[in-house]
Each structure stands twice: as structure tokens, then as C-alpha cells.
């Protein structure tokens, strides 16, 4: 069996097949055609890959995509429906690891539902080995406490014009706990799905120049609200500086952001928190329930 080369070209494709995977899985993700074509952004590194039937029809895709400067690769795709339980899903998973290499990718990361029980055991017979896990947490926007802002803060929309000291600030938090910075177009690609008028910023205004002193990014998916059975708004990042903790600040910023979400009609909230992080207590203080669990493996080179 030969792999194929995947292009731009191959969105269409690729974004069916990813979708007949998604729903024999029940997965409660959607991904878009738009998703795919963002994949192939050529400011990136990347490299996708296929199995095509007699008919040239596509029977698994791999694609691996550098997702930061230092070389982590996130790894996605998968097996037709219609073609389990030849092999092909090790085989792709060893391609995979091969393309992460091929990109120049130094480790290679694959977030799996902790319902997989199978695709963990795949990645960990190909040299995966779990290296994090995410609570899934949801909450309705029926209702959520109101906190007053503190004097000394003022909460604006997430802006353009914000990115950068937002990034500086994430970036700041990341070091300090031992966490990878990330690049502007990284952190922008990243985040492609941003809704900004879902999306705030908490500025500390003591002194000459206001200064980050936390944040959320809201984003928005439209295409997965059928899968779900209802609307939500997913909390990509939600960041505060060490500094600032014990003011309720990020309960600030989660009111802004569910008024926001409430007030279009979406439903819910998400958010997908580290195991142990020391925001994980605030959302459950805050009416958040836990889902699930979402597994990071990661292969190092």
C-alpha cells in the first residue's frame, strides 16, 4: 500500500472522509471544510498524506502540521469507515510520525477523547506516551454570578489591536510555569476561530501604560452545534497572571463573556482545563460541569 501526496486541492476530499470518521465515532466535534483549508496555510510547515482505494478514492488521511516555533507538530486524521480493520490505521500511524520528522517537528502530539480506549493503544504501540490530560467542562449561560471589576481594572473587547500585548502576556505566564511561548502568527493560527465580540481583556490601568493582567479568547464553531445538540461558545484560552489571582478577575471576564454569548441565543459555554490547574476549582465554583476527559500523547524525537 503507497501513500499520496495531499494538497489544497484535496480539501474537499480530506473533509469528507474526516467527516464519515466523525460520525461513525459519534464524536461530538465537527471539523469544517474551512478547517481544512486553513491546515494547508503556506506560512506553516505541513505535510498531508492518503490512501487512495483502486478507484482513487480516499480511504485514510494524515495530516501533520507545525503548530510552534519549537518544532511541536499536532498530528489529526484517520480511516474511512469503510476501511477499518485492514491496518491501515498503524501503518498511518507510523506514516504520521514520519511526516512530523519530515516537517521538522521535534515531538509529535495527538489529543484523543478519553473514550478512545483503541486509538490510545494504537499511538501507544507506535512510541506515544500520555503526557497530559484535559478536564472537558460545560455550562449553561441561562445564569452566572455578577463580581464587581476591581478599581484598578478596566475589561475591553480583545481587539487587533491587543494582540500583541496579549501574546507578550501569554507568553510572560508560559515561561513562569515552564510552558512554551509561542509566535504571533502561531498564536493567530492557533486561534483562527476567535469571536472578538465574545473575547476580553482585563487591563490593569495603574500606572502610565495599562497592562494585561488577564484575558479569555472565545471562539466559535458553528458546524459542530448540529453534532452537539446545542450551541456553544468554546473558551479556547482563559489566562491570569499569577499577580492578579484572589480578585475574582477571571469571573469578571466569564460574566463579559457569557452576557456576550447569551445574547446572541448560544446556549452553552466550554472549556477544556488541565488536570491540577489552579483554575480548574474557579469554573467548578462557577456552576461548570465535568463532560469528559481529553488525553495529550506526545512522541519526542
Given at each position: 500500500m503507497g501513500w499520496v501526496e495531499l494538497g489544497p486541492a484535496d480539501a474537499g476530499e480530506i473533509y469528507a472522509v474526516v467527516g464519515a470518521i466523525e460520525a461513525a465515532d459519534d464524536s461530538p466535534l465537527r471539523t469544517s471544510l474551512e478547517e481544512i483549508e486553513r491546515f494547508f496555510d503556506p506560512a506553516l510547515a505541513w505535510r498531508a498524506i492518503g490512501v487512495r482505494a483502486s478507484d482513487s478514492s480516499l480511504l485514510a488521511v494524515g495530516m501533520a502540521r507545525i503548530v510552534r516555533s519549537g518544532g511541536e507538530v499536532r498530528l489529526f486524521g484517520g480511516v474511512h469507515p469503510d476501511a477499518r480493520g485492514e491496518g491501515i490505521g498503524k501503518l498511518l500511524a507510523a506514516e504520521q510520525v514520519k511526516s512530523a520528522r519530515a516537517i521538522g517537528g521535534s515531538s509529535a502530539i495527538v489529543h484523543v477523547d478519553g473514550a478512545n480506549a483503541g486509538l490510545a493503544e494504537l499511538l501507544a504501540r507506535e512510541g506515544f506516551e500520555l503526557s497530559h490530560e484535559y478536564v472537558q467542562l460545560r455550562k449553561s449561560v441561562a445564569s452566572f454570578p455578577r463580581f464587581d471589576v476591581p478599581p484598578h481594572m478596566k475589561i475591553v473587547p480583545l481587539t487587533e489591536d491587543l494582540d500583541e500585548d496579549v501574546l507578550r502576556f501569554y507568553n510572560a505566564v508560559q515561561t513562569k510555569s515552564g510552558g512554551e511561548p509561542s509566535a504571533r502568527g502561531d498564536w493567530q493560527a492557533e486561534h483562527a476561530a476567535i469571536d472578538r465580540t465574545w473575547s476580553f481583556v482585563a487591563l490593569d490601568v495603574r500606572g502610565d501604560?495599562?497592562?494585561?493582567?488577564?484575558?479569555?479568547?472565545?471562539?466559535?464553531?458553528?458546524?459542530?452545534?448540529?453534532?452537539?445538540?446545542?450551541?456553544?461558545?468554546?473558551?479556547?484560552?482563559?489566562?491570569?497572571?499569577?499577580?492578579?489571582?484572589?480578585?475574582?478577575?477571571?469571573?469578571?471576564?466569564?460574566?463579559?463573556?457569557?452576557?456576550?454569548?447569551?445574547?446572541?441565543?448560544?446556549?452553552?459555554?466550554?472549556?477544556?482545563?488541565?488536570?491540577?490547574?489552579?483554575?480548574?476549582?474557579?469554573?467548578?465554583?462557577?456552576?461548570?460541569?465535568?463532560?469528559?476527559?481529553?488525553?495529550?500523547?506526545?512522541?519526542?524525537?
Amino acid at each position: 500500500m503507497g501513500w499520496v501526496e495531499l494538497g489544497p486541492a484535496d480539501a474537499g476530499e480530506i473533509y469528507a472522509v474526516v467527516g464519515a470518521i466523525e460520525a461513525a465515532d459519534d464524536s461530538p466535534l465537527r471539523t469544517s471544510l474551512e478547517e481544512i483549508e486553513r491546515f494547508f496555510d503556506p506560512a506553516l510547515a505541513w505535510r498531508a498524506i492518503g490512501v487512495r482505494a483502486s478507484d482513487s478514492s480516499l480511504l485514510a488521511v494524515g495530516m501533520a502540521r507545525i503548530v510552534r516555533s519549537g518544532g511541536e507538530v499536532r498530528l489529526f486524521g484517520g480511516v474511512h469507515p469503510d476501511a477499518r480493520g485492514e491496518g491501515i490505521g498503524k501503518l498511518l500511524a507510523a506514516e504520521q510520525v514520519k511526516s512530523a520528522r519530515a516537517i521538522g517537528g521535534s515531538s509529535a502530539i495527538v489529543h484523543v477523547d478519553g473514550a478512545n480506549a483503541g486509538l490510545a493503544e494504537l499511538l501507544a504501540r507506535e512510541g506515544f506516551e500520555l503526557s497530559h490530560e484535559y478536564v472537558q467542562l460545560r455550562k449553561s449561560v441561562a445564569s452566572f454570578p455578577r463580581f464587581d471589576v476591581p478599581p484598578h481594572m478596566k475589561i475591553v473587547p480583545l481587539t487587533e489591536d491587543l494582540d500583541e500585548d496579549v501574546l507578550r502576556f501569554y507568553n510572560a505566564v508560559q515561561t513562569k510555569s515552564g510552558g512554551e511561548p509561542s509566535a504571533r502568527g502561531d498564536w493567530q493560527a492557533e486561534h483562527a476561530a476567535i469571536d472578538r465580540t465574545w473575547s476580553f481583556v482585563a487591563l490593569d490601568v495603574r500606572g502610565d501604560r495599562p497592562r494585561v493582567a488577564a484575558y479569555v479568547v472565545c471562539e466559535r464553531y458553528d458546524e459542530e452545534w448540529e453534532a452537539l445538540g446545542w450551541s456553544e461558545g468554546y473558551l479556547a484560552e482563559v489566562v491570569l497572571g499569577e499577580e492578579h489571582r484572589g480578585i475574582n478577575l477571571v469571573s469578571v471576564l466569564l460574566r463579559q463573556t457569557i452576557d456576550a454569548v447569551k445574547e446572541v441565543g448560544v446556549s452553552y459555554v466550554g472549556v477544556d482545563v488541565p488536570e491540577g490547574d489552579y483554575l480548574l476549582s474557579t469554573f467548578l465554583d462557577r456552576g461548570f460541569e465535568r463532560m469528559g476527559v481529553t488525553r495529550v500523547y506526545v512522541n519526542r524525537f
